[in-house]
């Protein structure tokens, strides 16, 4: 007999009996979440009416903006560029003869004249050279002078046919090889004087020494390639700039009219430091930046600009008369170009093509378009429309910036405690939450003594 296991029973939930705790848990997972989505779509759609609300403009009201008048003024034209500061002269002073440095005479930095010594080599060697030459030059000239004795006695014997004719002309050579001697002789000490005077050192320009490159007891060499100093010229000063190619018949075409102004602006890009002239164009164009070079010289009174250092040039090529000038904010650009709002009878703005010459970060200058009459948008432009009413404020406003903001106090009691330490019937200096106005009414007075409370 075979044994046959059991089949479980599952046994059936009786109506009005509670169901399992797993599904009465997940029933109400689902609810809750739900409900949270539910809230969140609400919080959204809320959110969203009040943005529309709040970016809608009622067609009744002006839109507030600020505006500006066109002004007529003569307006300069400026090429910007980039440039270095260069020295107008740059000399690497080095020593003619060989020598021992016995002395040197200026400081590191110090501002020297032409001709000042600068260093001395040790002249022992060159003096004894030319107190040679010297003695040499004494010799000849003592033989040259008895020669000429010599010549005019032969001169007068063969005068009276005592003496021999040959022998006064070969007395007359050779006193012109004596005088040749003589000549050669002074050429040597003017050599020996020169190569001397090549021992002191002597500033070939006026400028300002750099870094001593060689101390005091070296021996040093006309052959040395480094030198003794460097003297570089910073009154005048160079400055060399480039500007596009494209510039170069603007440029051209001022320059052919008379001197040009250069301004070089310092380290903030907006303070001119120093104005000097334009004195020369290069002759070809850079093939691989597509610039020219131009060189301006500036006088560094006060020694603004230094030698290496990077720079913002603008050259002035000419002047507008009478233009007429906006506010850069009030040009705007749409897909027919450019066009700016003016305000007509009534407040009323009408959108206006305007054509523009040049423009900067502050001023527009126009060409056509716009009268000096009439008004502007310089300030206000996100609901505004063509045939929209505007409401214009004050250009200038006044602000007060709070620079030392007060500590905020807590809320509640500790405000109005404070408050009463500093006295009844003072007024509030506004410190809760930041606030610099004054204080309510309610608040700027305690009542009277002996006053009927309510």
Excluded at 190 to 208: C, E, F, M, Q
Aim: charged share 20%; aromatic share 4%; proline share 6%.
């Amino acid at each position: 007999m075979l044994f046959k296991p059991e089949a479980k029973v599952v046994p059936e939930v009786a109506p009005g009996v509670a169901a399992p705790p797993r599904k009465r848990r997940r029933l109400l997972s689902l609810i809750i979440t739900a409900l949270i989505l539910c809230g969140l779509g609400y919080v959204a759609w809320y959110s969203f009416q009040q943005k529309q609300a709040a970016n809608r403009v009622r067609p009744d009201l002006a839109v507030p903006v600020l505006a500006a008048t066109p002004r007529v003024q003569d307006v300069p034209v400026y090429l910007d560029g980039v440039g270095s500061v260069r020295a107008l002269n740059n000399v690497t002073v080095r020593a003619q003869v060989d020598g021992k440095l016995v002395s040197i005479n200026f400081k590191e930095g110090q501002d020297v004249k032409q001709g000042d010594v600068l260093a001395e080599i040790d002249p022992a060697i060159y003096q004894a050279q030319y107190d040679q030459t010297v003695a040499k030059k004494a010799q000849d000239e003592a033989q040259l002078a008895n020669a000429r004795i010599d010549l005019t006695r032969y001169q007068q014997l063969a005068a009276s046919n005592a003496g021999s004719k040959q022998q006064a002309d070969t007395q007359r050579a050779t006193v012109a090889q004596l005088e040749a001697l003589v000549r050669s002789d002074q050429a040597a000490i003017d050599n020996a004087a020169a190569t001397l005077s090549y021992t002191k050192v002597i500033a070939p320009l006026s400028g300002r020494a750099g870094l001593r490159q060689v101390d005091q007891g070296n021996i040093i060499h006309a052959s040395d390639t480094t030198g003794l100093v460097v003297i570089t010229q910073l009154q005048p000063i160079a400055v060399q700039f480039s500007l596009p190619q494209q510039q170069i018949v603007r440029v051209n075409a001022a320059s052919g009219k008379g001197p040009l102004n250069v301004d070089v602006f310092g380290n903030d890009g907006v303070t001119v430091v120093d104005n000097g002239m334009l004195r020369g164009i290069d002759n070809q164009v850079d093939s691989t930046t597509g610039t020219v070079k131009l060189k301006a010289e500036f006088p560094n009174a006060s020694f603004q600009l230094w030698p290496g250092q990077f720079v913002n040039v603008r050259l002035k090529v000419e002047t507008l008369p009478q233009a007429l000038v906006i506010p850069s904010s009030a040009v705007q650009r749409g897909p027919a170009g450019t066009f700016s709002y003016v305000i007509g009878d009534g407040d009323i703005v009408s959108a206006r093509p305007v054509s523009v010459t040049q423009q900067n970060e502050t001023d527009a200058v126009i060409a056509k378009g716009l009268s000096a009459g009439e008004r502007v948008v310089t300030t206000g432009f996100a609901n505004l429309s063509d045939g929209a009413k505007v409401s214009v404020g004050n250009s200038d406003p006044t602000l007060t910036p709070d620079l030392a903001p007060r500590k905020r106090q807590g809320k509640g009691g500790g405000e109005r405690g404070e408050r009463a330490k500093r006295g009844q019937g003072a007024a509030s200096e506004g410190d809760q939450k930041g606030q610099t106005g004054p204080a309510p009414a309610k608040d700027a007075a305690a009542p009277a003594s002996g006053a009927k409370q309510p």
